[in-house]
């Protein structure tokens, strides 16, 4: 019988005995607080929500932490960031940076991180490489959230793994078990990689689709009925999921950090005193 560890948030080991660990599809029940990650309605016909939206829900909901990650730039970040202070939660600022086949989630950890991040959206913007060679997790000062199985063999191969967390969608059936299946045809990835499971928050409630799947359509120049089968419409995550502490299965990796977790790593804040935001400037301007 194999044994994972599950490392607590306390930093204490935990032993939980499991079957063939390495070979098949396990799963784990652990206590833990999961990140919720949102899009607002900056990231172009996929979110509907405005960020004051967004940040009162999650202030309904007894959220402490809260990411805003919109597709490919920062452009809600001042906005979310006062938002959040005046909610009295704790944010986080990303992007998730995406070609249309692949995504990870960056988070800025600190001043130099927020600077690392805009250069990162730029570079991307403007053309000059593929995802994969301008975003390569490592270093200090960002975190790197990735639920690609693809990406995450890629970086895990090139051992490019550092800052590289694992994060399976607990809200999302459908991306959680291709990491699931991940972990079963690669093991070696469950000793390399920590896991932060996540909370994607981009629809409120089910009234909410029919907007999502009109924007998805705009987006792809058809309609609503036309949609491709591979366009996949987000879930809502019912109100169970916004519990501080609960129970639900996470993939068997030897490190799980919670929310909590991942804001104390991260200490980055807007400096409204002086008015000198952390920005990238282009080499070529």
Same mark, same amino acid.
């Given at each position: 019988?194999?044994?994972?560890? !599950? ?5 204490? &080991? ?18 833990? =607080? ?8 900056? =990231? ?9 939206? !967004? ?47 692949? =995504? ?14 805009? #250069? ?8 000059? +490489? ?18 690609? $199985? ?9 051992? #490019? ?8 969608? !607990?809200?999302?059936? +459908? ?11 690669? $093991? ?5 990689? =920590?896991?932060? $499971? ?30 491709? &089968? ?6 809502? $995550? ?48």
């Amino acid at each position: 019988m194999a044994v994972a560890y !599950i490392k607590s948030r306390d930093g204490r &080991a935990n032993a939980r005995p499991g079957g063939f660990l390495l070979c098949a599809i396990y799963t784990l029940f652990v206590r833990y =607080s999961s990140l919720v990650i949102c899009k607002s309605h900056y =990231s172009f016909l996929k979110g509907v929500h405005s960020i004051s939206d !967004i940040v009162t829900f999650a202030s309904d909901h007894g959220l402490r932490q809260l990411c805003l990650a919109d597709e490919n730039g920062l452009y809600g970040a001042v906005e979310f960031a006062t938002a959040c202070g005046e909610a009295n939660i704790t944010p986080l600022i990303g992007a998730e940076m995406t070609d249309g086949e692949r =995504s990870v989630t960056v988070i800025a950890r600190n001043r130099d991180g927020y600077a690392q991040l805009s #250069e990162i959206i730029t570079r991307f913007q403007l053309h000059e +490489s593929p995802l994969t060679e301008i975003v390569v997790p490592g270093g200090d000062d960002l975190l790197h959230f990735c639920a690609d $199985p693809i990406l995450l063999q890629r970086w895990a191969r090139r051992k #490019e793994t550092g800052s590289l967390y694992t994060m399976p969608i !607990i809200s999302g059936g +459908s991306r959680c078990g291709s990491l699931l299946t991940l972990t079963s045809r690669r $093991p070696n990835l469950v000793s390399s990689l =920590s896991a932060v $499971p996540v909370i994607e928050l981009n629809l409120f409630s089910d009234e909410d689709i029919p907007l999502y799947k009109v924007l998805r359509a705009i987006s792809r120049n058809c309609t609503v009925e036309s949609l491709p &089968a591979e366009e996949t419409i987000p879930e809502a $995550p019912s109100a169970t999921l916004f519990g501080q502490l609960m129970e639900e299965p996470i993939l068997p990796f030897q490190t799980v950090l919670s929310s909590g977790d991942v804001t104390r790593l991260c200490t980055f804040q807007f400096d409204f005193a002086t008015l000198h935001l952390p920005r990238y400037i282009h080499r070529d301007t």
